[in-house]
């Protein structure tokens, strides 16, 4: 058995995640639209990590009949980061990936030539990382960790040569 846990778990049911999200909305004074709703639906049901890009197509891909703008998409997904209902990781100029935040932690590893991304759990990662807090007097309110790199399908690519 490996040490290592793929990891898709959520831990929010999805209309403790609506609710949240209507409430979110009303103390912000935007309205409640099918649209704002398809974009949580969209992110509660992916298993991705998603470009505001990405997520757009998807919903434009499911959901034809729907007027969603792509600027709609990248208002929503600030609403819900600045709030922490989602969570983004950065590729520089390429932009961000979001995922929803309602899973139990996980690390990512990322591959900086593909972009993808895989999420997993280490218990003895996890266990360190707390061994050092305590160790250096730290009280650890949350972490995160990213491993970049290039995974097997990139490296078996062939080389192009000039």
């Known amino acids: 058995m490996n040490a290592y846990t793929d990891f898709t778990e959520r831990t929010i049911e999805y209309n403790k995640l609506l609710s949240d999200f ?12 099918i649209q704002r709703e398809v974009i949580l639906e969209m ?8 470009t ?8 434009q891909e499911k ?7 792509i600027a ?12 922490e209902m ?3 990781l950065s590729f520089g ?14 690390d ?4 900086t030539g593909r972009g993808s991304i895989t999420e997993f759990v280490d218990e003895a990662i996890e266990q360190r990382q707390k061994k050092i807090s305590e160790e250096l007097g730290f009280v650890m309110q949350e972490h995160s960790m990213q491993i970049y790199g290039i995974c097997k399908t990139c490296q078996d690519k062939p080389k192009i040569t000039k």
């Not at 979110?24 to 409640?32: P, Q, R």
């Not at 992110?43 to 998603?50: A, C, G, P, Q, T």
């Not at 709609?72 to 709030?83: G, Q």
């Open 72 to 83: 709609t998409v990248y208002r929503t997904l600030s609403l819900l980061e600045d709030s």
């Open 63 to 69: 959901h034809p009949d729907l007027n969603t703008g």
């Open 52 to 59: 505001p890009e990405g997520l757009h197509h998807l919903i």
């Open 86 to 88: 989602v969570t983004s």
């Open 43 to 50: 992110l509660y049901n992916s298993d991705e990590h998603l």
């Open 108 to 111: 990512h590893i990322i591959c």
């Open 93 to 106: 100029a390429q932009g961000k990936k979001y995922e929803l935040g309602a899973k139990d932690h996980h």
């Open 22 to 33: 209507k409430q979110l909305l009303k103390a912000n004074g935007l309205k409640f639209t």
